[in-house]
């Protein structure tokens, strides 16, 4: 069985090529447009991992993984992608539960290869 994957940016061509390249790499991917629409994906997708920008509409990237996290009690591993790499607090990081922070603009093949290595084994991949 395919990996299920979350993808949550306000950016329509980042949530297309990424969907793209993870679906190719043999992925079940799901989209959302916004923090809170995100969340609601989440829960009824329950995916392996999510790929969250960090400034979206309604909820942030960083409140998205917190809030899946209160409300179902998982703890998936999350990647973070953001433009604003240097305002990001390492411990807010860690406190929400993302496991790797990537600056834009990224390589999507960079993307696919850090999601394998997340599924793989969350433990070899650090933040920041």
Known sequence: M???????????????????????????????GDGEEALHVCQKEKPDLIITDYQM?????????????????????????TAREHDIRVEDVQKHGVDL??????????????VATLLEDPEHISVG
Do not use: W
């Open 101 to 114: 922070v990537m600056a834009k603009p990224f390589s999507p093949r960079e993307v696919v290869q850090a």
């Open 2 to 32: 395919a990996k299920r994957i979350v993808i949550a940016d306000d950016e329509m061509h980042i949530l297309h090529i990424l969907a793209i390249k993870l679906r190719n790499a043999g992925y079940e991917v799901f989209t959302a």
């Open 57 to 81: 509409p309604y909820r942030n990237g960083l409140e998205l993984c917190e809030a899946y996290r209160q409300r179902t009690g998982m703890i998936i591993p999350a990647m973070l992608i």
